[in-house]
């Protein structure tokens, strides 16, 4: 049920959005616009910028794991994937999660976010190869003739249109005087129409979380980048005040996002690291940051690989390529700029709040999650409490399958998700939560940290997680440097019951590591390292049955 203040709050947004959408604006930007704030640069070489540059004036853009080659005329609203193509309806009637109707509108507004055209511009500051501005003007061009201001699919997620916006900030900054003059001032007139469309559809209600972050980074640079017009200081605190008020509405006493998704974690980071060199925050919100970055630092372990916990959709604040489990490292080197801080030392830790259990000894790290599901509807958490995963040095033992898809495929979606897809006990078949739609459990286990200890010889965790009646408790023991073991409790009703103990492995050589029940096989599942792709990968799995309670035991050699 929404609350009256939610309704009016609705109905006055709707109002406005169909007054704007029927007499847009008319706006006219100074020529000598001179944007108060500066530009963030690649953590990569120059090579590689111009490499992908050569790529994307060829219209072939690295979309996630693939190469997505649109031919010379770019369909800005297409799923080339599936050949499905949404017309110029009201943004409001475009069905974009219904992917039999829209197609998958995570491939279609990862194009859309115009990253790329950042590297097209950076590109030309190393090379000045003026290929790439012609190929900006000539991709903004068309663009702006097949995504009119609120008409279709790319202006249906108010977070879409805020990273759109920020790409063409940065753009701006690096460019944006070698455009011709007429196209510059037309293209910052859809900029300023896109800060009007953020601004009447800020996400308090639909998605409160990193979309909500997005939106109010990129509505704070739109204020800055706009100073001197008239909505720009409106635009400029309401961005501002969100930021700071997401600090603490978003962010865990120790540091971890609310989503409890590793992925966003990086995703929240990242969004507040940059409002954070942009303004000047408290040193309340500069503590929060801080403490952000050591959760960051202990997920991503010796070997600087971020554990796909939770939810990852394969997108990035800025330049969204190469390998998704190394993004955090870039995060963390910006992190040091910002917080003036380059120690980030490797410990063995729990993060209470988010239920995370941090194990390390020399390169061993071993991760255990003993979290409850994120907020609400828990849109972006997995069924994976209690799950372990394993690292010996660079090589992995026991790894999080991923993510796959949203909306594409409801099965995948949901295997994925699944408590069988991670390395924790199912019962009876059964998921520690129910499944309601791509972005919503129903049910949430109720689990609980039971005992936490740490120190030179070894770490121990206890936790339990309660679900449609059963119990499943687990004792994880790190013995340092390299032995790690694991007991099961399982009771519950009576009756004969079923439990499976999964182990996703990351070879099939990390087998030869884990000491298992009797009867212990090794099966074909799956893994995706980047959102949209999938490929089989090795699962050991023990099974029993019979009378509660039950007792397995289990071993890991990381040496």
Known sequence: MRSSREVAFRLRQELKNVYLWKRPPRIEIAENLAPAFSAPSAVVSPGEIVHLAAGI????????????????????????????????????????????????????????????????????????????????????????????????????????????????????????????????????????LHAFHIENNPSFYFSPNTHLLGEALALHQLGMFFRGQARAPRWESLGEKIMRDQMDRQVHADG????????????????????????????????????????????????????????????????PYGPRDQFGRATRARASIVLNRKDWPAASRLFPNAGIAVMVSGDNQVLVDAGGFGPWGAGHSHADCLSIVARAGAEEILIDPGTYTYVADAHWRDWFRSTAAHNTIRIDGIDQAVAAGPFRWRNHPEVRILSWTTDASGDALEAECRYAGFVHRRRVEFQKPDLVSITDHVDGPPGQHLLEQFWHL?????????????????????????????????????????????????????S
């Not at 070879?507 to 884990?514: C, E, T």
């Not at 009797?518 to 799995?541: I, N, Q, Y």
């Not at 099974?543 to 309670?549: A, K």
């Open 57 to 192: 004036r060829r219209h072939q853009f690295p979309i996630f794991g693939q190469i997505l080659d649109t031919g010379p005329q770019i369909s800005w609203r297409r799923d080339y994937q599936r050949g499905i193509e949404t017309g110029l309806q009201y943004f409001r009637t475009i069905p974009y999660l219904d992917c039999d109707r829209a197609g998958d509108h995570k491939f279609i507004w990862e194009l859309n976010r115009h990253q790329h055209l950042v590297t097209l511009a950076q590109a030309y500051l190393i090379d000045g190869d003026v290929a790439n501005l012609a190929e900006i003007q000539t991709q903004l061009e068309s663009w702006s003739v097949h995504n009119p201001f609120q008409q279709g699919i790319n202006w249906a997620s108010a977070l879409e249109v805020a990273m759109r916006a920020m790409s063409w900030m940065w753009v701006y900054h690096f460019v944006g005087p070698k455009l011709p003059v007429e196209f510059r001032r037309g293209w910052l007139r859809e900029l300023y």
């Open 256 to 319: 971890s996002h609310f989503e409890q998704s590793s992925y966003y974690h990086v995703y929240a980071l990242d969004m507040f690291l940059l409002h954070a060199a942009l303004t000047k925050p408290d040193p309340a919100y500069m503590d929060r940051l801080e403490r952000m970055t050591e959760y960051l630092h202990a997920l991503l372990g010796p070997a600087g690989s971020l554990p796909f916990l939770g939810d990852d959709d394969g997108g990035r604040l800025f330049h």
């Open 506 to 558: 990351g070879s099939p050589a990390a087998r030869d590591r884990l000491t298992l029940a009797e009867g212990a096989e090794l099966l074909d599942s799956w893994r995706s390292t980047v959102f949209g792709e999938k490929h089989p990968s090795p699962l050991a799995c023990v099974t029993r049955r019979g009378v509660l309670p039950m007792r397995l035991e289990a071993r890991i050699n990381l």
